[in-house]
């Protein structure tokens, strides 16, 4: 009997998370030069992070010897600041995936269960499992959430629910009053996780404060990140903003140092850039125009979206992506996500999104 036999059940039967194909192992792989590959995978921004962001995070490389502050006080100030906040409401974490690893942790047992849409993040699932709870999927309607379906599902053992708006990897929308009356409607017991990851993307007429509902609905926690739009992924800062008991739970379980010193003072930085933000939206904006008339040049379907990637089908995924992979361009397949013949393409910079599109009609033809 082995070691690894020993560990819960419900640990073993978790499939590892797969992320996006690093550049360099497609240039091992491929034998490619790195300054040759095109990486759109990962939702990452083309523009990198921001000026003031770099700047703060080369003046905090040099006091790494010294711990991080674990209270996150500057950065928490600075959300305070842009948001109407309270210091108690906000938990800061090594990336939102943190975020959501701690809403597990501090809510979710065996026996217990947890409610997300099918083709919904992957980190749900894994976080509900990894705690031995029940995961409860619900069937996606037009490859998005099913709000009045998700309701339904609850049930007196749930204590977690899980909606991304926008959605990742569909890149579909739920209005704001819809969403509202979905947060009003879900019992009081029951602790609604928004997963606003890609919130920045959202065009000025589609915005709804969700800030303003936690103040409303304290069993609300709404999740963001400084990985997609203010481009620091490789840094890992997310934060939630939630009813101060909440927050307390979650930090009780919330490793004492789990975000750097480095990153900290280049989120604080980057969440004061709001022009950077702006610059990033609308090359988004742009890039999303520039991807969606190439998929409807070649005749393929794709799923509108909200975020800053667009997800198409191609029929041989596997194929496709292969054939993709060749040329130095890595998209991200997604069959894990039960769509086994749809690929997901991050937005790239004009150069970068042109670069795929030839790319995609030499592998189809």
């Known amino acids: 009997m082995s070691i690894a036999s020993m560990a819960p059940d419900y640990i073993r039967s978790i499939m590892a998370y797969q992320p996006g194909k690093p550049i360099s192992e497609l240039a091992r792989e491929m034998g490619l030069a790195e300054s040759s590959i095109v990486k759109l995978a990962s939702n990452e921004n083309p523009l990198g992070m921001s000026p003031a962001a770099r700047d703060a995070a080369r003046d905090a490389i040099g006091d790494v010897a010294r711990y991080p502050d674990g209270g996150a006080f500057a950065l928490k100030s600075a959300l305070c600041n842009k948001f109407g906040l309270a210091p108690e409401q906000i938990v800061v974490g090594n990336g939102s995936n ?7 942790q501090a809510f979710l047992a065996p026996g217990l269960s947890a409610v997300y849409s099918q083709h919904a993040f992957a980190v749900y699932p894994l976080a509900t499992h990894a705690r031995g709870a029940r995961g409860i999927e619900v069937p996606a309607r037009n490859f998005g959430h099913d709000l009045a379906a998700m309701l339904a599902a609850i049930r007196p053992q749930t204590r977690v629910v899980f909606v991304a708006n926008p959605n990742n990897p569909t890149g579909t929308f739920v209005p704001g009053g819809e969403l509202e009356a979905f947060i009003s409607a879900v019992p ?29 609905y304290p069993n609300l926690l709404v999740s963001r990140t400084f990985s997609k739009a203010y481009g620091l992924a490789g840094l890992r800062v997310g934060y939630a903003v939630t009813h101060p008991e909440v927050a307390d739970l979650m930090n009780r379980v919330r490793q004492p140092f789990n975000v750097t010193s480095v990153g900290l003072a280049a989120a604080e930085a980057a969440l004061g850039d709001e022009e950077f933000i702006a610059r990033s939206a609308e090359i988004n904006r742009r890039g999303m125009v520039q991807l969606t008339q190439a998929f409807a040049e070649l005749g393929l379907e794709w799923i509108p979206s909200f975020g800053n990637f667009v997800t198409f089908k191609v029929g041989d995924a596997i194929g496709i992506n292969q054939a993709l992979l060749k040329q130095g361009v890595i998209v991200r397949p997604i069959a894990a996500y039960g769509m086994p013949h749809w690929l997901r393409v991050s937005i790239g910079l004009p150069e970068e999104n042109a670069r795929f599109i030839a790319a995609l009609r030499r592998a189809l033809s």
């Open 98 to 104: 943190d975020i959501l690893e701690l809403v597990s």
């Open 188 to 216: 009081k017991h029951v602790l609604v996780v928004l997963d606003e990851a890609y919130t920045e993307y959202l065009a000025p007429e589609q915005r709804y404060d969700a800030m303003a509902w936690v103040g409303r």
